[in-house]
């Protein structure tokens, strides 16, 4: 089965920037829509931004504008420039893909914090 790992969180200031990867293994993903999700301490799982298999695009209305999704079917990776970070944007982020998200499975993430 593919594998999703999620990378490239970590700690930055408010209005700094930090782009997210999201790396498959164990088979291609280039055919399938990826989502990027986040879920902060205390409040539910939401969903940040989708892409299709085509390239197109939707976020949640918290971060449009800020946020970029994108992927590169060659490298097998999706990723999500977030610039404009705000304090309220620190959350642990997940990709995955629309099949997984119905059975409620999930990776590890990757803790993005900002700081104020």
């Known amino acids: 089965q593919v594998q999703l790992v999620e990378s490239g969180g970590g700690l930055v200031q408010a209005g700094g920037s930090l782009r997210l990867s999201c790396a498959a293994s164990g088979g291609s993903f280039g055919f399938n829509s990826a989502v990027w999700y986040r879920q902060a301490p205390g409040k539910a799982r939401e969903l940040v931004a989708t892409?299709?298999?085509?390239?197109?695009?939707n976020y949640a209305d918290s971060v449009k504008g800020r946020f970029t999704v994108s992927r590169d079917n060659a490298k097998n990776t999706v990723y999500l420039q977030m610039n404009r970070l705000k304090p309220e944007d620190t959350a642990v982020y997940y990709c995955?893909?629309?099949?997984?998200?119905?059975?409620?499975?999930w990776g590890q993430g990757t803790q993005v914090t900002v700081s104020s």
């Open positions: 995955n893909i629309p099949q997984r998200v119905t059975m409620n499975y």
């Open positions: 892409i299709t298999s085509g390239g197109s695009t």
